[in-house]
């Protein structure tokens, strides 16, 4: 059984950071693409930032710089360090993972609010 935890979320002044964490079971989050995307409230979700198998990483444009995504395989989590926080920021986050081309897993996702 797959499981994505994440955790980390919370409330933060505007610049600010934050780093969340997503604790995975049920596959070797190095043998598959995972990422991060985000969900505001009345909008859509999107990507935020993502890493390969192979470890390349890619970001939105609206991160600016200011997030980097990352894993420990030892421990098989997968993080966000999120600096410079923005009041647009804050959504919910939720891990994913990306097994195959039929195959894709979430977490329950954790809250991120950043207070202007």
């Known amino acids: 059984q797959v499981q994505l935890v994440e955790s980390g979320g919370g409330l933060v002044q505007a610049g600010g950071s934050l780093r969340l964490s997503c604790a995975v079971s049920g596959i070797i989050i190095s043998d598959n693409r995972m990422a991060w995307y985000r969900q505001a409230p009345g909008k859509q979700r999107e990507s935020v930032a993502s890493?390969?198998?192979?470890?390349?990483?890619n970001y939105a444009n609206s991160i600016e710089g200011r997030f980097t995504i990352s894993r420990d395989n030892a421990k098989n989590t997968v993080y966000l360090q999120m600096n410079s926080l923005k009041p647009e920021d804050t959504a919910v986050y939720y891990c994913?993972?990306?097994?195959?081309?039929?195959?894709?897993?979430w977490g329950q996702g954790t809250q991120v609010t950043v207070s202007s």
């Open positions: 994913y993972a990306r097994v195959s081309t039929w195959s894709a897993y």
């Open positions: 890493i390969t198998s192979g470890g390349t990483t």
